[in-house]
């Protein structure tokens, strides 16, 4: 794993015992914890962005972002079709 390069190397000899030391189920949780904090700010950022996109549109952008324009344009024909 690289080092951080703004991390001092005492730090993260320390960070990354601290990872080698934590179960299967702590690391799990770690990733799901900066998984969904990515989101978040994602989520943000496009609110940011557009702010005046009313909320379906931001969240099919955001699918689109993610997951690709394909996608995001079944998810808005399905959607509209349940209308």
Not at 43 to 60: K, N, Q, S, T, V
């Amino acid at each position: 794993m690289p080092a951080l390069d703004d991390t001092h190397p005492d730090a993260e000899r320390v960070r990354l015992r601290l990872l080698r030391e934590a179960g299967t189920a702590r690391r799990l949780a770690l990733t799901f914890g900066l998984t969904q904090q990515a989101l978040d700010l994602s989520a943000e950022a496009l609110r940011r962005r557009h702010p005046d996109l009313p909320e379906r549109e931001r969240r099919l952008r955001a699918v689109a972002l993610r997951y690709g324009e394909a996608l995001a344009c079944d998810l808005r024909a399905y959607l509209d079709a349940r209308r």
